[in-house]
């Protein structure tokens, strides 16, 4: 495939990547006006309810639910910026991985909270999201993702506090999320067959090597 059609590709994922966080924070911040017109009976109703089998199902609901608008704000930011950086690479191995951030962080909220609690809330998504951007590149030998990475890890660096014990946060939804991203990237990582280097090509795993892979990555970004 010719590098000009490779960048039009990574360009169309990463549009639609754009469109449907756009479309996820505006579809949660739809349900946030009913919920909050109930009087957030919806995050009691279908959020994630520990040890309990009919809280089961908020697994998939919980993560479109919150409990106040300071709730979905502070997860609205991080949400659409790691969700984005999680989805450009294709959209449709993005909707794979959402689905084991939300299975992980749900399940281990469930079985580790304490009984009765109810959890909701897309910061489970958002910490799945923030390690799968952080390992991806490791595993998919991108070099222009793992530049990502470190940058997001180097900057985002408060969020691993949201992984400890702390009274009155799901710190457990945080953890297992974060877990589930980091499996998604393994899981979901490219599997591409080694390429021998032709003549005049540098050596696999040298500096020019390097050099060159992450300045056609860029290329292939628009950058």
């Not at 959402?98 to 809330?121: C, E, H």
């Amino acid at each position: 495939m010719s590098d000009g059609r490779t960048a039009e590709i990574m360009i169309a994922e990463a549009r639609k990547a754009f469109w449907v966080m756009v479309g996820f924070l505006g579809l949660i911040w739809v349900i946030q006006v009913v919920n909050w017109a109930a009087g957030y009976s919806l995050s009691y109703s279908y959020g994630v309810r520990s040890w309990q089998l009919d809280g089961l199902p908020g697994i998939i609901t919980a993560p479109f639910l919150h409990w106040s608008w300071g709730h979905i704000e502070s997860n609205s930011g991080p949400l659409f910026i790691f969700g984005f950086l999680a989805a450009y690479r294709g959209v449709k191995k993005f909707l794979g991985v959402t689905a084991l951030i939300a299975v992980a962080s749900g399940l281990g909220a469930w079985f580790t909270a304490a009984p009765s609690t109810v959890g909701a809330g897309a910061s489970g998504l958002v910490f799945g999201y923030f390690g799968y951007v952080l390992v991806r590149g490791a595993f998919d030998r991108h070099l222009i993702d793992i530049v990502i990475g470190v940058v997001m890890g180097l900057c985002f660096a408060y969020q691993f506090t949201g992984l400890l014990p702390a009274e009155g946060i799901g710190w457990q939804a945080h953890l297992f999320g974060f877990v589930g991203g980091i499996a998604g990237g393994y899981l979901f990582r490219d599997r591409r067959p080694a390429v021998s280097p032709g003549r005049g090509d540098a050596a696999p795993g040298s500096a020019g090597d390097s050099r060159s892979a992450l300045l056609k990555e860029i290329e292939d970004l628009g950058l």
